[in-house]
């Protein structure tokens, strides 16, 4: 009934301000409520590792959200519904950043040397790192004078987005020892979500495989 609504409503600009002001107080009430629980004991036994969860969990959730705007905008064909894009995959990388801060200051307790031991050792570490990085240049690269300045590159480097959602899938189940459906639920939903986009996912892949073959082709002819 709702979808039926929203395909004959027209979304207008005030919609969505409003829709994003939601956004905002939802996700920063849920983080600091996260946080405030935590260190008044009110998380159970494991506060850190609960926190992990909700904060490794939201980032996911957020950027899977992130990755369905453009398809549903296409589909309901309500073009206004692609500037929620950006605060949404802001958000994830807000939860992604305290994910890993609180992970560094609660697990690690600020121990860098620890922090490259474990990246070389435990390998969904390391994959839930170069996923950080991606989501780290794409926000610093979000805003609309970057957006301007770049171009055409700028596409090409959002388009990284899809790399870093399967590093983090993989991540994911590679973080736990037992219960893989949920995992594997998620890892299912990001396919589904890949399908749908396929051209710009393979992009990253694609333009990498382009340069290599000119610049060996241009070899061959100087050969
Ligand atoms: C340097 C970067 C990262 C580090 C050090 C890190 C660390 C961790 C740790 C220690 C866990 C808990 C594993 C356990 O329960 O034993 C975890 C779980 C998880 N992480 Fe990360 N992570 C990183 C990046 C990311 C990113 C970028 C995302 C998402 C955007 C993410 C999403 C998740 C999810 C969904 C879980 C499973 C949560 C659960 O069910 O408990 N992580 N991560």
Request: include cysteine.
């Amino acid at each position: 009934m709702g979808f039926v609504l929203i395909k004959f409503t027209r979304i207008t600009p005030a919609h969505t301000f409003w829709i994003k002001l939601a956004l905002h107080v939802i996700a920063l009430s849920l983080l600091l409520m996260t946080y405030y629980q935590a260190f008044t004991d009110q998380l159970g036994a494991d506060p850190v590792k609960a926190i992990l969860h909700f904060t490794g969990i939201g980032a996911f959730n957020l950027l899977l959200i992130s990755l369905l705007i453009s398809p549903l905008a296409k589909y309901l064909r309500q073009g206004q519904l692609v500037t929620l894009r950006r605060p949404i995959g802001l958000y994830a990388f807000v939860y992604a950043a305290c994910h890993f801060t609180s992970y560094l200051l609660f697990e690690l307790q600020l121990e860098w040397s620890l922090l490259f031991s474990e990246l070389l050792k435990r390998p969904y570490i390391s994959v839930g790192f170069v996923a950080l990085l991606i989501l780290s240049m794409l926000a610093t690269t979000s805003t609309k004078s970057i957006q301007k300045r770049m171009g055409r590159a700028w596409q090409k480097t959002h388009n990284w987005v899809y790399v870093a959602s399967l590093l983090v899938a993989l991540h994911y189940i590679w973080s736990v020892k037992s219960e893989l459906i949920q995992p594997i639920i998620y890892a299912l939903i990001l396919l589904v979500l890949l399908i749908t986009r396929k051209a710009k996912f393979l992009k990253p892949f694609k333009s990498r495989l382009h340069k290599q073959t000119n610049t060996e082709q241009t070899k061959k002819k100087l050969a």
